[in-house]
């Protein structure tokens, strides 16, 4: 088997540690030569890199493990690039998250006007990102995790039309199969999702059993009866486990599919702004959470020289799906995942150039999606709203254009009102200064 050079960029996030636990417990499906993790925050990949280099001693010492901040060190001769840059940090999630709920809309990391003033930050960085990887290293694949993702993939998709070696993918539908796996106490890996939307925007319409069993109508029942929690409830914060219980109520209103937890901002947006607190958003729990533990771990682990004893270091779904996504297109073994692809008739009813989130055989030739056909009017019309604001936006970056920024977000479900939208723009402009370039 192939020995595979990667760089992580975003090296120096709080996800890293989970992937870089998932590679090390991956290797006979994905073999390593390089490691190399790459961020522009220096601090920040000093702890987490300093970690990396104990636990591949441990447990990998036969791969070559590197941290840097220089691209030129990072790009160079990789066959896999994966991907999850956060351009302006935490310090920009906080102002995405409270400058909306501060003017009477939500804020939202992904969704509404926060996600748009996250994609208008990140296209930036991810061009720059795939120029470099293509001067340094032609052939590699690029697995992008970087969100907005359903923003980022559009955007990537008309600025490299000819690209065939960009993957975008989410783990959040993995993240919900577990947790649906674990209410009808079944094996996960036994489990078959049948998905399509847009990314944080989409519905499974079928969970199937080894024996081919379609298993959503009895986890309907059981949602719908009891409530949902995620898998993993007792490592997630209070604003998770609002946000998984949220599916009950989409269900009842809506009981044709099981919803994405994100759909409750676009359903739900009055009653979700009117339990959010503009003072105190998702980053300050992750601060006061993750991002603390993380850290303290990482530290705690280097001083002690061994990451043996530590729980941080989990595998977690996300870790777990990305190495195996890489293993399925580096020994071509064209597994099912649920992937961003050009739509191009997947969904019959739906434009072309949307990108879609549907399922995929995925082998070394990349992507080869299911059809999924005709959607009712319900989704069809909810998607392609979504898909106009998501396509405005990247219009408003790729034009610098005011009047399409404007039009994007008078067209989002969470704002809905074009005096808001513009409020918010031109505060989400001032804030967003030294990131975007300028809508005329
Ligand atoms: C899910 C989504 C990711 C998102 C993450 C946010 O996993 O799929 O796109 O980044 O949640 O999590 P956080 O804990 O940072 O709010
Ligand atoms: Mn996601």
Known sequence: MKKNNI?????????????????TTHLDAFALNRVVLYDIDEKRQEVIGEFAKILFKEEAPEVELVYTTDKEVAYKDVDFVFCQMRTGGFDMREKDEKIPLSLGVIGQETCGPG???????SIKDMIEMVKDVRRLSPDAWILNYTNPAAIVSLALDKIFPKENKILNICDQPVNLLRSYSKLIDHDVNKLEPVYFGLNHFGWFTQIY???????????????????????????????????????EDML??????????????????????????????????????????VFAECRRIVENGTARDSKVVHNDAHGDMMVEVAASIANNLRKTFIVMVRNDGIVSNLPDDSMVEVNASLGSNGPAPYAVGKIDTFYKGLIENQYAFEKLTVEAYMEESYGKALQALTLNRTIGDAKKARKVLDALIEANAEYWPELK
């Open 209 to 247: 059993d080894e024996t081919g069993k379609d298993r959503a109508p009895e986890l309907k029942e059981i949602i719908l009866k009891g409530g949902f929690r995620p898998v993993d409830a007792e490592q997630r914060d209070q604003s998770w486990l609002d946000t998984y219980a949220m599916v």
């Open 7 to 23: 760089v992580l960029v975003g090296g120096g996030s709080t996800w890293t540690p989970g992937i870089l636990k998932a590679m």
């Open 115 to 121: 996600g748009f003033a996250y994609g208008l930050r």
């Open 252 to 293: 009842t209103d809506f009981p044709d599919y099981l919803p994405n937890t994100y759909l409750q901002y676009y359903l739900y947006p009055e009653y979700k702004l009117s339990t959010s607190d503009p003072k105190r958003t998702r980053t300050d729990e992750v601060r006061a959470g993750r991002e603390k533990n």
